[in-house]
């Protein structure tokens, strides 16, 4: 097997520039790296993980903990911590949560065990033990999606986030919804204790607030962030005296669940009911009629968390932070409005 000395004398650079460029302990020339790395390539020289983690104490690995992977919108994260991972010379640890305050501690747990350098986590509506176990042992980790108030950290030592923008979006739907005529909007809202779903509820009040439309508490249901739930919420709506004329979905699974449930009641979007969802996802431009949705930027938010982790592992030391992405609205027609050209472009939310 070539060893470094073997690379060095290849590159026609110092033992101490291979080790600089393989470990990442020190900024090198482009063309120096480049160099180095084209040597490694021409030897077939595979640098010995375990022992530089014996030496640096430092695996190059980060843990990954984000429950329901078989989203969409999780898998374009996915994407965007993998991508940003591998081109910082990071491997990745993968686990689901499932959504169990109880599970997510030992998900944790094991990644810790396995000596990842940080993690990413999109944390469970109770996180208190997940919280407790990456405090007690000082874990560096970003919380994703899901972000984490102070009350919830209780004397835990307070964590990076990133995520979207979640409230403001969600207003500008059932704004937009009003401007329509409609008086009675519906939401369908997520899994309770999630961030994501207090936001977007502040949000859709927010919304009624701007157009002058009081707030009904019974055509705020919620969908449990499933398709099933969204399903049986939808369907309960519909059983009231004076039902909504339109629709939020505040989730893409939760998407897939509401428009079951007109269906079954004979209802057409957005004939009888007009429709708005968030999240935007692949299929959502193939629905008939095409969905009018926000599209958070998914993998901008994945490579952004790891650079997030990676700056916390560069300063310790360094205050905690949260930073949130714009989302955009995607004007589509379920929503009531005339058919539009498509255009490359959208606009961003706050």
């Not at 940003?84 to 993968?94: F, Q």
């Amino acid at each position: 097997m070539a060893t470094m000395a073997d690379v060095a004398r290849s590159a026609d650079v110092s033992v101490a520039t291979v080790s600089h460029v393989l470990n990442g302990t020190r900024p090198v020339l482009p063309h120096t790296r480049q160099a180095v790395l084209d040597a490694v390539e021409e030897l077939g020289c595979t640098p010995n993980t375990l022992a530089r983690s014996l030496v640096t104490s430092r695996t190059r690995s980060i843990g990954l903990a984000v429950s329901a992977i078989s989203n969409p919108y999780f898998t374009e994260i996915l994407r965007g911590v993998e991508a940003a991972a591998l081109e910082h010379g990071y491997s990745l640890l993968i686990a689901d949560p499932h959504d169990d305050p109880v599970h997510e501690r030992k998900v944790a747990q094991l990644l810790h065990e396995r000596r990842v350098d940080g993690m990413i986590v999109a944390p469970s509506a109770r996180p208190r033990e997940l919280l407790a176990h990456l405090g007690r042992h000082r874990v560096p980790a970003v919380f994703l999606d899901r972000l984490v108030d102070a009350s919830e950290a209780g004397d835990a030592p307070r964590f990076d986030q990133v995520g979207a923008q979640s409230a403001e979006p969600t207003a500008h739907l059932v704004t937009h919804l009003a401007a329509l005529g409609h008086r009675r909007i519906a939401l369908v809202a997520g899994l309770p204790g999630l961030s994501t779903t207090t936001e977007r509820i502040t949000g859709y009040r927010h919304g009624l607030a701007a157009a002058g439309l009081p707030y009904d508490e019974r055509i705020l249901v919620h969908g449990g962030s499933s398709p099933a739930g969204a399903e049986r919420a939808t369907a309960g709506l519909l059983t009231l005296g004076s039902r909504p004329t339109a629709l939020v979905t505040a989730d893409n699974a939760m998407t897939i669940g509401a428009p079951r449930a007109l269906r079954t009641h004979g209802l057409s979007v957005p004939g009888d009911i007009a429709l708005c969802c968030f999240d935007d996802f692949a299929w959502a431009d193939l629905f008939s009629p095409r969905l009018t949705a926000v599209a958070q930027p998914s993998r901008d938010i994945g490579a952004r968390a790891v650079r997030v982790l990676l700056d916390r592992l560069a300063h310790p030391d360094r205050p905690a932070r949260t930073e949130r992405l714009p989302c955009a609205f995607v004007h589509r027609n379920s929503c009531g409005c005339p058919e539009e050209p498509r255009r490359p472009a959208r606009p961003d939310l706050p």
